[in-house]
């Protein structure tokens, strides 16, 4: 063993007792998080999850420019970490390599792919440096970020790529006996670049080369965990231990246990969020993805999802870092890091939490601080006050008398859940109308509409009539988690006394609520949103409706509810619905529509609070809609209604809205 | 400083009343039940004084069935310390009567201010506070929209139309509390837990004799439906023969 060797020994062993001892560090700060024990359940989905969304960059490719030029970084990274791995035990026991223990083809296949994979990755750190330096990605340039660290990071990864050449090439010149132009083709060629030189001048440069290499793979390892690089070492656990894509329902929030003595509400600070949400700030490559759809953001808010989960991260490093905890006790994450604004103008959208490539939840940070705030602190927006009140008084967010919910079915000859238990007979679907639907003028004509529908298709149904009441969806989604159980426990209650199993309602948020959030508090129904019903029993034929092949063809174009479509992926039935009813009718997309769409800009209790700092959300979706030229817009959401109806409305444009129920109600036979 | 306010129960008024079998009471199926509007206003200001002082006590009273603890167990998740039920199972119509059971407990409590609402939202007499002060001898300010205190004075403003008027008087005293003065705060969880821990006393209501009776409760008739006659400067003729001919008012 030579004296280098020896050195490099000393070097490679102190270098990696270094990097174990911060990733002990690192898991130490997580450690300081909740527990959370929903994170290990359903591996086969998590195992799907890793290969998709990690492993083959599905995410990441939702961008067209950076995704393959990610993925070229990433999976060259992949293979080359053999190559490294080859190298670093060569470093250690001399003239090791893994040509012996494989059969030449697959040693050949391997070598080859090194060279190929290493300038692959080159040509795209060009791509990316290129990007970073001159076209000036928007979403890149923020004050946010740390700007110089990719710049850094982009040229370590070159140089380790060309010293990798370099020592692969000096070797070549140095012992042109073992050349093997066919395995590694690029190294051949720089070899043939620098065939002048002596064998032993070859012989020092590739030594230089190769301790070069060596330092600098070292180095970086050791680099990581201090960057925001360290994504490269969280990300792929991240994407194991994340439920954004399932496994369970996505988008569902967390049960507060309200009896247990809670010390703290919700989350005022990195330790009161579970330890998966510190890993999603180690996991955050500072990309930009959420905030760059961000509905909030992008009209002119203060809220940005990135700088989110960079703050929990920053706080969890100061507060980590600090030996006495009281020095650093008055900078909480909230009101220290976070502001009250900033969460205060999440429409809890999801587009975010669809958006991340490494599939980080930052959705469910800023819940828990929006619980804090309210639970905790009774900190909210003046506006929310009466809609709380109202639906702790009334079951309603609006100060409507509940005795008036089933007033729009007077004279329909629709029965209530207690009417049909009294003669002893059970409907085949429970309809749930939703206070919007109840109450809101606008949205009342879809409530009848979708009722003419199931009337006239021969569904046998029934209402709650006035003892429904709201699912304790803004409520939740405001924070106020408190109100939201109560709430949903009464409707349970109600929903348990007559047995109910199958429900159908026309609201996207009494459809999430019910269906996926009910259940932890012991609801379990069948709930199925208007738009699929209405499709399956156009499909099976039930649906008498008259499909006019003829007559002026009409533009639609059909806007996404987020609690529909991001929440519960559904985006075709409320457009084959639409076909349907409307053979000649011409459908139209927006640029962002499906789970690209962007939000009406009323959910997460958006709807109860001033929209006063920026563009008007729901202004931006309606110069999007009719922009696509069609005439009518169709919506399946009692929220979105409003907001596109409302902003459509006011650009004094010739464009209707409708809901999906109203068009195939419109086609009804007479 | 010792704070009292009495607080009454009321139902929830943007509902439909039904009136209840005995003809002399509203039927309380399915109504919900709250602080008096002015009440919670008035435990929302006292919890202010408090607050600024950093120090004193803010007592409630409620005067009712055993309903009225929930009522007070609200004002306590407010931030009130604690709550003082005056029994009385069967509904009081009688102000007086109320006046004389409160003012009875507050003249054993050793308070430097009482808070009362304005009026009550439901039955609106406007009387109980005042005839609290009158039963206790003590200074009143009716409907004040804003209060100071100046060594052992209260001053308080009283919005009428147009202008104001501000008074002092010396504590303790009385004071009524009109809108404006303080919106009231909505109970954290942190509140609600906590005021399942305050001290809620329950004592039998000494009401005073009740001079009068309630004999009968009934609806207002049912207005007719409002009709549109028109739109723009079209409808003015047609509006102005109805209100000719029909409403009679021209
Ligand atoms: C302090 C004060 C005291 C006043 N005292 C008096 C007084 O003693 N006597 C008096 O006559 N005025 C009084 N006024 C003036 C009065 O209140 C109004 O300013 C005046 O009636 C406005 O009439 P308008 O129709 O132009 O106003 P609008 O604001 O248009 O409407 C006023 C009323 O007209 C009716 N109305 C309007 N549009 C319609 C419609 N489409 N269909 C049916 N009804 C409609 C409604 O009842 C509405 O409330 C007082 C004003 C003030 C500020
Ligand atoms: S959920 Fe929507 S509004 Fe909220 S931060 Fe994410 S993208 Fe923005
Ligand atoms: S949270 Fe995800 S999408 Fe947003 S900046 Fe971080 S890595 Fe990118």
């Known amino acids: ?670 | 400083m010792k704070i009292a306010v009495c607080i009454k129960r009321v139902p929830d008024m943007d509902v439909r009343f039904k009136i209840g079998a005995t003809g002399t009471s509203v039927d309380e199926a399915g109504l919900k039940f709250d602080i008096s509007d002015f009440d919670g206003y008035a435990v929302e200001a006292a919890l202010q004084i408090k607050e600024k002082a950093n120090a004193g006590e803010v007592v409630v009273i409620s005067l009712g069935a055993d309903n009225v603890q929930e009522t007070l167990r609200k004002a306590m998740s407010m931030g009130a310390d604690r709550a003082v039920q005056l029994k009385h199972d069967a509904p009081v119509f009688d102000s007086f009567a109320i006046a004389t059971a409160l003012a009875a407990e507050i003249s054993t409590g050793g308070y430097d201010l009482v808070m009362f609402g304005r009026m009550s939202i439901d039955t609106a007499n406007q009387a109980t506070g005042t005839m609290v002060a009158e039963l206790l001898g003590l200074p009143i300010i009716t409907a004040i929209s804003k209060l100071d205190f100046d060594g052992g004075k209260v001053k308080a403003r009283r919005e009428l139309e147009g202008s104001y008027e501000l008074i002092e008087c010396p504590l303790p005293a009385i004071v009524t509390i009109d809108e404006g003065i303080a919106r009231p705060r909505y109970p954290s969880l942190k509140g609600i837990m906590a005021a399942k821990k305050k001290p809620l006393e329950t004592k039998p209501a000494q009401i005073g004799e009740q001079s009068y009776t309630l004999d009968k409760m009934e609806l207002p008739a049912e207005r007719a439906a409002g009709r549109i006659v028109g739109e723009g400067k079209d409808a003015v003729p047609e509006l102005v023969r109805l209100l000719k001919e029909e409403a009679k008012v021209l």
């Not at chain 1, 999850?49 to 990610?70: C, T, V, Y």
């Not at chain 1, 380790?160 to 370099?166: C, P, R, Y």
């Not at chain 1, 079951?395 to 002893?424: C, L, Q």
């Not at chain 1, 006011?650 to 068009?663: M, T």
Request: glycine share 8%.
């Open chain 1, 1 to 670: 063993m030579s004296a280098g060797h020896v050195l490099f020994t000393i070097i490679f062993v102190c270098a990696l007792g270094f990097f174990a001892a911060n990733i002990q560090r690192l898991i130490g700060e997580l450690q300081l998080g909740r527990t959370d024990d929903s994170r290990w359940n359903d591996l086969p989905t998590r195992f799907g999850n890793f290969l998709r969304i990690g492993i083959f960059q599905e995410k990441i490719f939702r961008d067209s420019i950076a995704g393959p030029m990610h993925a070229a970084i990433f999976w060259g990274f992949g293979i080359l970490t053999l190559g490294t791995i080859e190298f670093l035990i060569g470093g250690v026991i001399p003239g090791f390599n893994f040509q012996p223990y494989f059969i030449a083809p697959v040693y050949a296949f391997f070598a080859l792919n090194q060279d190929v994979w290493a300038a692959l990755v080159i040509a795209a750190v060009g791509m990316a440096l290129f990007r970073r330096l001159t076209k000036r990605v928007k979403r890149l340039q923020c004050a946010e970020t740390h700007p110089n660290d990719p710049l850094l990071i982009l040229s370590w990864i070159a140089s380790l790529m060309i010293t990798m050449f370099a020592y692969e090439a000096f070797e070549m010149v140095a012992h042109p006996d073992t050349m093997t132009p066919m395995l590694r083709p690029i190294s051949f060629g720089v070899a043939m670049a620098f065939s002048w030189m002596s064998p032993s001048a070859a012989s020092v440069a590739h030594d230089l080369a190769w301790w070069a290499h060596g330092l600098l793979v070292l180095g970086f390892l050791n680099y990581l965990p201090y960057s925001k690089h360290l994504h490269v070492v969280a990300s792929l656990p991240n994407v194991f231990l994340s439920n954004t894509s399932g496994p369970g329902q996505k988008g569902v929030m967390k049960a507060m246990d309200l009896e247990g003595d809670l010390e703290v509400f919700g989350a005022k600070d990195v330790t009161d969020l579970s330890w998966k949400s510190l890993l999603d700030g180690f996991a955050c490559t500072e990309c930009g993805r959420c905030t760059s759809v961000c509905p909030a953001h992008t009209t002119g808010k203060l809220l940005s999802p990135r700088k989110i989960m960079i703050n929990v991260r920053e706080r969890l490093e100061s507060y980590a870092h600090a030996a006495d905890k009281s020095t650093v006790a008055d900078r909480t994450l909230l009101d220290g890091y976070i502001t009250e604004e900033e969460l205060w103008s999440c429409t809890s959208c999801g587009a975010c939490v669809q958006e991340c490539p490494v599939s980080i939840d930052q959705l469910s940070v800023i819940m828990e601080l929006r619980r804090n705030l309210v639970l905790g602190e009774s900190r909210f927006p003046a506006e929310v006050m009466p809609a709380f009140e109202s639906m702790e008084q009334r079951g309603s967010p609006w100060a409507f008398d509940p005795g008036d919910r089933g007033k729009w079915a007077e004279g329909m000859n629709i029965p209530t859940m207690a009417e049909m238990a009294e003669r002893g007979e059970r409907p085949e679907v429970l309809y749930w109308v939703g206070c919007m639907g109840s109450f809101d003028d606008r949205a009342k004509k879809t409530t009848v509409a979708f009722a003419q529908i199931m009337q006239a298709s021969g569904v046998k149904f029934a209402i709650l009539g006035q003892e429904e009441k709201c699912n304790g969806d803004p409520a939740r989604r405001m924070g106020n988690e408190y109100l939201y159980q109560m709430l949903a426990k009464d409707n349970i209650e109600t929903l348990d006394k007559y047995g109910v199993r199958t429900i159908v309602t026309a609201c996207p948020h009494c459809f999430h609520q019910i269906g996926n959030e009910f259940p932890q508090l012991g609801g379990n129904y069948d709930v199925v949103h208007h738009s699929t019903f209405i499709e399956s029993l156009l499909e099976q034929g039930r649906v008498p409706i008259v499909q006019e092949l003829h007559g002026p063809v009409r533009t639609f174009t059909y806007h996404d509810s987020c609690y529909l479509g991001r929440y519960n992926d559904v985006y075709d039935a409320p457009r084959e619905a639409l076909r349907r009813a409307l053979p000649v009718m011409n459908l139209v997309e927006m640029p962002r529509s499906k789970d690209k769409g962007l939000c009406c800009g009323a959910g997460g209790g958006r709807m109860f609070m001033e929209e006063t700092v920026g563009k008007r959300i729901n202004v931006e979706r309606a110069e999007e809609a009719l922009a696509t030229g069609a005439d009518a817009i169709a919506v399946a959401c009692p929220f979105c209604m409003t907001m596109m109806a409302d902003s459509v409305k006011s650009r004094n444009a010739n464009v209707e809205v409708y809901d999906i129920a109203e068009v195939v109600a419109g086609q009804l036979r007479a």
